[in-house]
C-alpha cells in the first residue's frame, strides 16, 4: 500500500487550472523527486498535500485511508510536513520560537501553563547539531540569517514534527554547495528511517543523486513517473518540456525527404 495516493486531483485558480486530473503516489522508506518547469503545478500539488490548499476535485489517501485536510495543522497532525518554496519562517522570531512554531511546548506552575523555553532551546540546539546546522545565537531573529541557516531551521521544524511524510519544495535552490551536500545526506537520513520524502527540485543533478523515482509534471498534468535506476537525465528533461525523442517510424511519409530518410528505423 502506497504512503501517499492522489487520485484525479484537480485546481482551479479563477481561469488558471493549475491541477488537472493529477494522480501521484509515494512510499515509505522512498524518495520521490517532482519535476517540472516554471508553473507545471509543482507546488500547488505539495499545497494540497499539505493542507493548504483544497483541491477541487479527486481523492487524497494516506496509508490506505481517505483524508481531507482543511490545514496545514490538519496535514502535521496526520504526520506531514512540508517545507514550502517560500519556507515560510517567521522573520521577526528566534530560532526555537521558528522550530516550535504552533507546537509550543509548555509546562505547568501551580496550574497556570507557560511556555517551556528551556525544553524548546534544548531541543533546538539538539536538532540543529543532528543536522550540523551553525548557529551561535538562537536569540537572533531569523530574518538576518543565511539560505543554508534558514533551510536549515525549516528542516529542523520538519523533522521535530517527527512526520511519516516530509514534503521539500526547491530545498537546495538558494545553498551553496556544501549545503547542498547537508541536505542530501539528510534526505537520506530519511529514507533510512523508513519515511517518506517528497523532492521538489530543478537541478535534475540533486534528483539522480538521492531520489528512487521521479515524477514528471507539465501543464498541470502528471507526463510520466520513472525509477531513477531505469531513466537517464536526458529523458527527464526532454519529458518536463515535452520534447520527444525523433522517431524516424512515426514521421509522415512526405516529410521523410533528404538524408533522415537514410537513417536505420529503430525497431519498436
Ligand atoms: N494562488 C494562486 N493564484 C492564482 N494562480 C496560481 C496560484 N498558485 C499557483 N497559481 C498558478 O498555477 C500554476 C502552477 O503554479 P505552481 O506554483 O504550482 O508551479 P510550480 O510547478 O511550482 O512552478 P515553479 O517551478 O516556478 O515553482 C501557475 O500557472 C501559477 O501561476
Ligand atoms: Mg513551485
Do not use: C, Y
Request: proline residues 3%; without cysteine.
Amino acid at each position: 500500500m502506497a504512503l501517499l495516493e492522489m487520485t484525479g486531483i484537480e485546481k482551479h485558480f479563477g481561469g488558471v487550472t493549475a491541477l488537472n486530473g493529477v494522480d501521484f503516489e509515494t512510499d515509505a522508506g522512498e524518495v520521490m523527486a517532482l519535476v517540472g518547469d516554471n508553473g507545471a503545478g509543482k507546488s500547488t500539488l505539495i499545497k494540497t498535500i499539505a493542507g493548504a490548499h483544497q483541491p477541487d476535485a479527486g481523492t487524497i489517501r494516506l496509508q490506505g485511508k481517505d483524508v481531507f485536510m482543511r490545514s496545514p495543522q490538519d496535514a502535521w497532525k496526520l504526520g506531514i510536513a512540508t517545507i514550502f518554496q517560500e519556507l515560510a519562517l517567521a522573520d521577526k522570531m528566534n530560532v526555537p520560537d521558528n522550530i516550535f512554531l504552533g507546537q509550543e511546548l509548555r509546562r505547568s506552575i501551580l496550574g497556570i501553563p507557560f511556555l517551556d523555553r528551556k525544553r524548546m532551546r534544548q531541543r533546538t540546539r539538539e536538532l540543529l547539531t543532528d543536522l550540523e546546522v551553525q548557529i551561535q545565537d538562537l536569540d537572533l531573529t531569523v530574518e538576518a540569517m543565511s539560505g543554508g541557516q534558514r533551510q536549515g531551521i525549516a528542516i529542523a521544524r520538519a523533522l521535530n514534527l517527527d512526520a511519516d511524510l516530509i514534503i521539500m519544495d526547491e530545498p537546495t535552490a538558494a545553498l551553496a554547495v556544501a549545503e547542498v551536500r547537508k541536505v542530501l545526506d539528510f534526505i537520506q537520513h530519511l529514507r533510512a528511517q523508513g519515511k517518506g520524502v517528497i523532492l521538489i527540485s530543478h537541478n535534475i543533478q540533486d534528483v539522480f543523486a538521492v531520489a528512487d523515482r521521479v515524477t514528471v509534471m507539465r501543464q498541470g498534468q502528471v507526463e510520466a513517473v520513472r525509477r531513477i535506476d531505469a531513466t537517464t537525465p536526458e529523458e527527464v528533461i526532454a519529458l518536463i518540456t515535452g520534447a520527444r525523442a525523433v522517431d524516424l517510424s512515426h514521421r509522415p511519409a512526405h516529410n521523410t525527404g533528404g538524408d533522415a530518410a537514410a537513417q536505420p528505423t529503430p525497431a519498436g
